[in-house]
């Protein structure tokens, strides 16, 4: 029998929809960071970030209905909606740091960038933390791991 209702609140799913954010906004400011210090235009940061952006969602969504497929214990619920849900949210999560280098010039967008990263991390990590202490400590690792993106793009370029 298809599985017709979807729940997002199933804990395997939320764990996976908090690494496919994370991974959104991590990969997208090592990219833009990147291409921003290589000294790229503009125009093309957008370009190669929005593209960027779109297949790594597409591919967060596809990965998790073939992953989901064929598990031995699936998830309740639509899991092509499951994907759609986790391709939106890894796209959004990528558009928060490309958003500056569509408002403003790259050297005032790389450092909006950053703070808009890092912020978007911590609020994700409160979101997906547990009681007490541990949501502080959610928050402060998920905004490190968001900021790690920004400074391996930095690296990547100095390497070269």
Known sequence: MPRMSFNPR?????????????EGLVLAIGLLSGLAIAG??????????????????????????LK??????PMEGSI??????????????????????MLMPVSQAFTTALVCT???AFIIGLWSGHKGAAVWKS??????????????????????
Do not use: K
Not at 80 to 101: D, E, F, H, N, R
Not at 139 to 160: E, N, Q, T
């Open 139 to 160: 928050a402060w690792h998920m905004a490190y791991v968001g900021a790690a993106g920004s400074i391996i793009g930095a690296i990547a370029h100095a390497a070269l």
């Open 118 to 120: 890092f912020s978007a």
């Open 10 to 22: 199933n804990p395997r799913f939320i764990a996976t929809l908090v690494s496919d954010i994370e």
């Open 40 to 65: 790229i235009s503009d125009e093309t940061i957008v370009l190669a970030g929005t593209i960027f952006i779109v297949t790594g969602g597409v591919g967060a969504a596809s990965r998790f209905i």
């Open 68 to 73: 989901e497929a064929y598990a031995s214990e």
């Open 80 to 101: 092509v909606q499951g994907g759609i849900l986790l391709g939106l949210s890894y796209i959004v999560a990528g558009i928060v740091p490309l958003l500056p280098y």
